[in-house]
């Protein structure tokens, strides 16, 4: 099992519970997992699968940690 599914993992067991924190903001599993698997999802639709190079520019640590996992979900 990879990142991804270790997240997927736990956001069925404890979606409530804090995954990520930055600033004012907190995460809780479950919508992290969600926004995992929407960003996996549009870069998929972007043409960008396994085994690709690609590049990735980001602003906030949770973006980029979004993006990250996403890539591991492809």
């Given at each position: 099992?990879?990142?991804?599914?270790?997240?997927?993992v736990?956001?069925?067991?404890?979606?409530?519970?804090?995954?990520l924190?930055?600033g004012d903001?907190t995460?809780?599993?479950?919508?992290?997992?969600?926004?995992?698997?929407?960003?996996?999802?549009?870069?998929?639709?972007?043409?960008?699968s396994r085994?690709d190079?690609?590049?990735?520019?980001?602003?906030?640590?949770?973006?980029?940690?979004?993006t990250?996992?996403a890539?591991?979900?492809?």
């Amino acid at each position: 099992m990879n990142l991804a599914g270790s997240l997927a993992v736990l956001a069925q067991s404890q979606p409530q519970h804090p995954a990520l924190i930055t600033g004012d903001t907190t995460i809780p599993y479950r919508d992290l997992d969600g926004l995992v698997r929407r960003t996996a999802s549009w870069l998929a639709s972007q043409g960008i699968s396994r085994g690709d190079v690609i590049g990735v520019a980001l602003d906030d640590t949770a973006t980029h940690l979004v993006t990250i996992l996403a890539l591991a979900a492809l």
